[in-house]
């Protein structure tokens, strides 16, 4: 069976500081990978997207990035922290464009 | 452009009564999916359903029913018979089916609470 890990579950970091999550999917091949934040008492806005090795889509311009190193792994990144980089981190695979997806447990990022 | 629309910030009701999630979606596409997803206060979103365009038959699983209807692109959800469980946040989300990438358009979310 397909699972996907998320880590860490939360993290506290300093503005101006380095940020590195890593999302990995078991269980499957080619997924479609998705990088989604949650800001407080809002929904989801969709940050990167990938449907293979190295093919990253930026969806809104920011202090964020992100690559796809391996088939199954995600990893999203920032060179230096926002307040407004706070919130909530969701990783999220799917088989084939017209599938469901399968969340991560997520990330509860706080910038301080 | 596609978007989501889900007019209902939140609704507090009390156990076993039932209670209605809107959904109200826009797209140019003929193509497209629909699809409800939970996300209880561990913060992991669980997925309930997917709907494609073409099939309007309302879906009923358990205490859980869907209501699909093109005519007013609308597709709500009904939970009968509520529980102390069900509350969380409950996410209506869209996908285009001339895209080949999936995304997901999600709507801003309705909170529900259910009271004992």
């Known amino acids: 069976s397909q699972t996907i890990h998320q880590w860490p579950a939360t993290l506290v970091q300093p503005v101006g500081s380095p940020l590195s999550l890593e999302c990995t999917v078991e269980?499957?091949?080619?997924?479609?990978l998705y990088w989604y934040r949650q800001a407080a008492g809002r929904g989801l806005q969709l940050l990167f997207y990938s449907v293979g090795i190295g093919q990253i889509s930026s969806e809104v311009p920011q202090n964020l990035s992100a690559s796809r190193p391996q088939d199954r792994q995600f990893i999203l990144s920032s060179k230096k922290l926002l307040l407004s980089d706070s919130g909530f981190y969701l990783c999220a695979w799917q088989r084939g464009p017209l599938d469901g997806y399968t969340f991560g447990s997520g990330t509860r990022l706080t910038v301080v | 452009a596609q978007k989501v629309t889900q007019a209902q910030t939140e609704i507090s009701v009390v156990e076993k009564e039932d209670v209605t999630l809107d959904c109200v979606y826009e797209?140019?596409?003929?193509?497209?999916?629909l699809f409800w997803y939970k996300q209880p206060p561990s913060g992991e979103l669980v997925f309930l359903i997917r709907r494609n365009s073409f099939d309007e038959q309302n879906e009923i699983s358990g205490r859980y029913s869907w209501n699909f209807q093109k005519s007013t692109s609308s597709f709500n959800f009904t939970i009968t018979a509520s529980q102390v469980v069900d509350s969380a946040v409950y996410f209506c989300?869209?996908?285009?089916?001339?895209?080949?990438?999936?995304?997901?358009?999600f709507g801003q979310g309705t909170t529900l609470q259910v009271k004992p």
């Open positions: 989300a869209l996908s285009e089916g001339s895209s080949n990438t999936g995304k997901l358009i």
């Open positions: 269980g499957t091949s080619n997924p479609n």
């Open positions: 797209t140019r596409d003929t193509t497209y999916y």
